[in-house]
């Protein structure tokens, strides 16, 4: 073979050659990146951003992963126990007397798109001098250390611009992370009293006096018994799991309630959260004595972080007795022990600020129930409240809200007198009795099988302390035995009222409220005054 032929089989060999090392490096790259060129980063987001480097798809994009991982800063930096330049971790504080590791040097320089081996200058463009002053020597003696540049790298490390971008394209590092200025710190957290216990006395306007005593943990582990007297005086037992757990008594002059729940956030390590209650309801109304005994089983999941659904099954044996008149049908074949079942599907959209007197955002929820067994109907209730912030002081204090709220129920034509709806009172419609809205047989309130109600409302504050609040409300609604709205007896009532914050009583205020209807149904009882403490509406 001539010279010609083999000056042209070797130059062939070493194209080969480079081809296959050119695919290698490409095919090593792309199975450490892992494939996320057009990915967000995984994982990363739990950094809440604290390396500073960008977390979208677009950002990340135009950063190749391998020089982002090798960056300074980056949590990924060091792998494996070695910094991304190969040298041993060493501790950073001078101060420490104990060094285990060679300190990760920095190259110096200034960012240089003359230079693509480096990229950098060796001095500053701009003119001015970098001045890194030494930290002290370590106790002990030995060489101190001087603070990194800026616009420093790890020797060793990647490229601190992508060069996929082009030979003139310059990415300065990170500019929210600075190694000079790095510091470490102890944090130093008490675990919170999650347990509380409580007792209190109320009254309100719809149901008289009444008394409250609760007991309520937040960390509840029904799996972890006590094992000795220590155990249970140093609060270990039935303590830890994360689980709720609450035991609730209310005796009163015409509501009584006995209740014990037990709820679990993360059903086996899952986003389901479970919710058990099992409960004694005793209540004295104007025209019956109603007691309910059951139960109730709940499944939740929050979609987003303000949009949940849940499914409930509520199994009850409803008592009705004591009727105050005996003429009456609808309330003669209530009376007597009746069993309900119910399945419930909601759906629920929360931007609340907070749940007692919000300041800003909205809730909407949709309900859909279906009785089955003794009693077959459907049910169907939509909430929407929304609310505006108009105006607040500097320091967010003095907020002054205007709310809307609506809300509409329809239930199936079997439903029973215990279960129709109701208006009137503080919680319903302001300006007339408690549940003396609506349809009435004989001299028996019955309720109706649909219901619409809405509010708008003004607040603002009165006090510096925010501990009193003005509102200017007016309501509206009313109840009907069928979707046919009677706009004669629609109810409607202006007023306004005080709203009262008192620390010791939590975060729901005291509420006192003038309400003056101007336009009722015959039948319809006023009330022009109406108080409740701990309002929630």
């Given amino acids: 073979m001539d010279r010609s032929g083999q000056l042209l089989n070797i130059t062939l060999a070493l194209g080969f050659i480079a081809c296959v090392c050119t695919s290698w ?12 060129g057009q990915q967000q980063m995984p994982g990363w987001e739990s950094q809440n951003n604290a390396s500073g480097y960008p977390q979208s798809t677009q950002n990340w994009d135009s950063y190749g992963r391998s020089a982002y991982q090798a960056s300074p800063g980056n949590p990924n930096q060091y792998r494996n126990g070695m910094p991304a330049s190969g040298a041993p971790i060493g501790t950073v504080d001078p101060y420490q007397q104990q060094y285990p590791g060679q300190q990760v040097q920095y190259q110096q320089g200034f960012p240089s798109p003359d230079n693509p081996e480096t990229g950098m200058y060796n001095v500053d463009p701009s003119g001015n001098p970098y001045d890194s002053p030494p930290l002290p020597a370590p106790v002990g003696g030995g060489p101190g250390y001087a603070y990194p540049p800026v616009n420093g790298r790890p020797l060793g490390g990647a490229r ?15 500019p929210y992370y600075d190694p000079g200025r790095t510091a470490d710190l102890t944090i130093r957290a008490e675990e919170a009293q999650t347990g509380r216990f409580q007792f209190g006395v109320g009254i309100n306007s719809d149901a008289g006096v009444n008394g409250s005593i609760v007991i309520d943990e937040r960390n509840f582990d029904w799996r972890r018994f006590p094992t000795s007297v220590d155990d249970i005086w140093n609060g270990r037992a039935w303590r830890g799991a994360g689980q709720g757990f609450r035991i609730e008594a209310m005796p009163g002059s015409q509501v009584q309630r006995y209740m014990v729940s037990f709820s679990e956030p993360y059903l086996f390590n899952t986003r389901v ?57 609808e309330l003669n074949e209530a009376v007597g022990h009746h069993d309900l079942y119910t399945a419930s599907w909601s759906i629920t959209h929360d931007t609340r600020d907070m749940a007692f007197s919000p300041t800003e955002g909205h809730l909407f929820e949709i309900n859909l129930e279906q009785a089955f067994g003794e009693y077959d109907y459907s049910r169907a209730e939509v909430d929407f409240r929304q609310y505006f912030l108009l105006g607040e002081r500097p320091d967010g204090s003095g907020r002054h809200t205007l709310g809307f709220s609506t809300r509409a129920g329809f239930s199936g034509a079997e439903t029973p007198i215990f279960e129709n709806f109701y208006a009137g009172g503080f919680s319903t419609l302001r300006g007339f009795d408690f549940r003396r809205v609506g349809p ?68 729901a205020p005291i509420a006192l409220d003038f309400a003056f209807p101007v336009n009722r149904a015959d039948t319809d009882q006023t009330q022009v005054f109406s108080f409740f403490v701990g309002a929630a509406r």
């Fill in 160 to 174: 601190i611009y992508d060069p996929p971008l082009g030979p003139d394209a310059i990415i300065t590092p990170n």
């Fill in 440 to 507: 009435k047989s004989g001299d028996v309130y019955v309720g109706g099988p649909f219901r619409v109600l809405g509010s708008v409302e003004y607040m603002f504050p009165i006090t510096a302390d925010d501990m009193v609040k003005g509102v200017i409300f007016t309501d509206v609604g009313a109840v009907e035995e069928s979707t046919k709205i009677v706009w004669d007896d629609f109810d409607v009532a202006p007023g306004f009222g005080l709203r009262i914050s008192v620390p010791a009583l939590g975060q």
């Fill in 25 to 36: 490096t490409t095919v090593s790259a792309q199975t450490m990146s892992g494939g996320y």
């Fill in 273 to 329: 959260s479970m919710n058990m209650s099992g409960y004694l309801f005793n209540r004295i109304y104007r025209d019956w004595d109603e007691q309910r005994i059951g139960g109730r089983l709940g499944l939740g999941y929050r979609l987003t972080p303000d949009l949940s659904t849940a499914v409930s099954l509520r199994m009850e044996d409803v008592g009705i007795s004591d009727p105050r008149v005996n003429n009456v049908q």
